[in-house]
């Protein structure tokens, strides 16, 4: 199975709102509600932001929502903020009854 | 308050077998109602799903790791293994251990990692 696809970095300044894509196939992504999203800091584990798509479990921020277009997943987080920049990985459960990662996406706040 | 831990060898020879362990305190590994298993992070790297199981259920592993891999369960110690066989430099990675609750899909408690490195 091949990593979901997602940009190697993003960007925005405080305040702004960025959003990063995850594609993957009609046998994951496409193809489920069931992606996940998890924010990594240098070091640390990762941890889950959004799941099924579009759910915060209790811990997460408001601040973050996920949306899901055909193959294409995507996690956005508004009114950037500074400890908002890390890793973030989306992952997808797949028709092989097997999960699936994307590459990461590093975020950076200016 | 659930807690997961790995434990191993931080350091592999090429072609040898990987063995780490992830002991898990506040909750029991027999439990129906969780699924437990690996995940691995190769340095600057995305995270790769290894594979879970369910206790006295199945067992699912990454295709592309199938052939090499094993997950066991020790459920008198609560713990859970994975081996990794004929290993490769890129089988350095930190692998986790991870939990999920059956029924949902995605992974809500993971151990801190621990970094195993192939080399000679």
């Known amino acids: 199975q091949s990593a979901l696809t997602q940009p190697a970095s993003v960007s925005g300044s405080p305040g702004q709102s960025i959003t990063i894509s995850c594609t993957g196939t009609?046998?994951?992504?496409?193809?489920?509600?069931?992606v996940s999203w998890y924010q990594q800091h240098p070091g640390k584990v990762p941890k889950l932001m959004i799941y099924d798509v579009s759910n915060r479990p209790s811990g997460a921020s408001n601040r973050f929502s996920g949306s899901k277009s055909g193959n294409t997943a995507s996690l956005t987080i508004s009114g950037l903020q500074a400890e908002d920049e890390a890793d973030y990985h989306c992952s997808s459960y797949t028709s092989s009854s097997t999960w699936v990662f994307g590459v990461g996406t590093k975020l950076t706040v200016l | 308050q659930l807690q997961l831990q790995e434990s191993g060898p931080g350091l592999v020879k090429p072609s040898e077998t990987l063995s780490l362990t992830c002991t898990v305190s506040g909750g029991s590994i027999s439990s129906r109602s969780y699924y437990w298993g690996w995940i691995r992070q190769p340095p600057g790297k995305g995270l790769e799903w290894i594979g879970s199981f369910l206790y006295s259920g199945s067992t699912f592993y990454n295709p592309s790791l199938k052939s090499r891999v094993t997950i066991s369960v020790d459920t008198s110690k609560n713990q859970f293994s994975l081996r990794l066989s004929s290993v490769t430099a890129a089988d350095t990675a930190v692998y986790y251990c991870?939990?999920?609750?059956?029924?949902?899909?995605?992974?809500?408690?993971w151990g801190q990692g621990t970094l195993v490195t192939v080399s000679s």
């Open positions: 009609s046998r994951d992504v496409g193809g489920y509600n069931y």
């Open positions: 991870a939990r999920r609750s059956s029924g949902y899909l995605y992974f809500d408690y």
